[in-house]
């Protein structure tokens, strides 16, 4: 476990040092901000669009650090050569796999909590009662980034750095869209198509399921239920990917 | 006892989905390695010696055969605490200081804070690098990454210490301090097992080498057994006074002559060739400088045993007995 440790606080030191994190955070800073001078400019309700701006915010900038720092997590150690030296230690390399994993989540964990709460002081400048919503919400924004990460993670030990970010995000794009594949698998009079969408949908973790902003900006508390299944299914999904990451990193030459 | 026996490696690179053909890079290797010696891995680019340290560092999976660290079989996690390893033109966290960099690569190898402090002075006094303490590696030079790379790989005090071109990118008051770490290290009991193309660090400080070539062993031994210790095998004499074309009866039983302007510099196959030149060269009229008998040298059996042909430097050769 030490060496885990080790692993994930030297992994969180590179991120802290990392300029483009800090870029990221400011932009997602300034779109919270922005969202206040939108909302004075239009005719909605302006509480409604502070919540939803600063909630896709989180979203957005969240899962670009996931993806793209994700990818680079084992990708940058193999092409830096990096990963030499700390291999020849006596650490496992599914130690490593995971210590860099837990690094990346306490960069996301300390990056969501900023956000949160330039996101509180953003509402509560515009009077806005926050409430449990707004929680359930964040949580599962935090389930669906340890997700996408363990997606990047998992495609960065078999495959180049651009590969695994096309199907980092290809993994994305389809995750929001599963329900959507279903009907279309469904509604296809192609055998071929029909059988590419069952796989795809059954492949592709539901990120969808991890999507309550709009009843969160609608004030709608989500059945705690719901969100303990929900956050069960997105964290036994990564459970699997980084089993797999595992799985594939052992047995990798370098 | 043996620090590390290599029995029968062999690697093949697996063919591509593009159609490339399966690449060997070592074709059953043997050899072995005792323990308190300072032993050097010999060969050309590609001949597979940084593929042999990855195998044996764990970091690539050898297709058979087989070796032994430590009297532990490869995969054997916990005998890497034993050992300290330096990649060739190593990568290291750029963003760290010298001392987190140490730091890290101290809890790695399970040493607590309070030994690290004073380790960590003791290693960058070491390889000269107190100075630069609290600087970032992104600031190091290529000669201070490589000193700074073989404190790591000393950081938790190794048995065995594995280092593929310790040499490379060095001045050559790096390299002496290297040859003088690695050294010490032999006085401290330590294994070194070092792989490098650069011949007289070899000669200077290995207690016995290994020369491979596209992965196989082609010789292993003593430096001085295998280049034949106490046998002039070739002879220099050098005159001056002769001028180009007029050496015609020494180039007829020299295996090389080299000429720049009076100077001659002719190497003889052996001491019986000895006499009858320096009698060319008194009719000619030319004026005996040396005449100085050759050992065999590591360089010559690695040119021989690589296929490679020696050439003298600075001087335009002539091979083959004729002259310019």
Known sequence: MRRITVIALNTFRENLRDKILYNLLFFALLLMGGSVLLADLTIMEHRRIVTDMGLATMNLVGVIIAAFVGIGLVGKEIERRTVYTILARPITRTQFIIGKYLGLVLTLLVNVTVMLAVFIVTLWMYRTPFHAALF????????????????????????????????????????????????????????????????????CPNLDVLNVKGQASANGIVDMSYVAVASMYGLLYAALLLTAACAVFRHRDF | MNAIVIDRLTKV?????????????????????????????????????????????????????????????????????????????P?????????????????????????????????LDLVGLAEARTRQLRKFSKGMLQRIGLAQALIHDPDLIVLDEPMSGLDPVGRKQVRDLILSLRDQGK?????????????????????????????????????????????????????????????????RVLQRGEHSLVVLPGPEQVEPVLSAIRTQGGKLVSVAPQKGSLEELFMKQTGATPTGAGWPATVGGSSE
Not at chain 1, 142 to 161: G, R
Not at chain 2, 198 to 207: G, S, T, Y
Not at chain 2, 226 to 236: D, T
Request: with cysteine.
């Open chain 2, 191 to 255: 294994t070194v097992f070092f792989s490098t193309h650069i011949i007289p660090d070899v000669e200077m400080i290995c207690d016995r080498v290994a020369i491979v070539v596209k992965g196989k062993l082609l010789a292993e031994g003593r430096v001085d057994e295998l280049v034949n210790p106490g046998h002039a095998q070739s002879v220099e004499v050098v005159c001056e006074g002769i001028k180009a074309g007029e050496v015609a009866a020494i180039a007829a039983v020299a295996t």
């Open chain 1, 136 to 203: 359930q919400a964040v949580g599962l924004i935090f389930i669906e980034l340890l997700l996408v990460t363990a997606i990047a993670l998992f495609f960065s030990t078999f495959s180049t750095t651009t590969l695994s970010a096309i199907m980092t995000l290809g993994f994305y794009v389809i995750g929001h869209l599963t329900t959507d594949l279903k009907g279309l698998g469904e509604n296809s009079q192609n055998a071929a198509v029909q059988s590419v969408v069952t796989w795809l949908y059954y492949l």
């Open chain 2, 91 to 123: 990568y290291f966290y750029e963003y760290l200081t010298a001392e987190e960099f140490l730091t890290f690569y101290g809890h790695l190898a399970g040493l607590e804070r309070a030994v690290l402090g004073w380790k960590i002075t003791q290693l």
């Open chain 2, 13 to 89: 690179y697996r063919s591509s989905w593009f159609g490339r053909a399966p690449m060997p890079a070592l074709d059953g290797l043997s050899l072995s390695v005792q323990q308190g010696e300072i032993y050097g891995f010999l060969g050309p680019n590609g001949s597979g010696k940084t593929t042999t340290l990855k195998i044996l560092m764990g970091l690539m999976q050898a297709t058979s055969g087989g070796a032994e660290i430590l009297g532990k079989p490869l995969g054997d996690v916990q005998v890497l605490h034993r050992i300290g390893f330096l990649p060739e033109s």
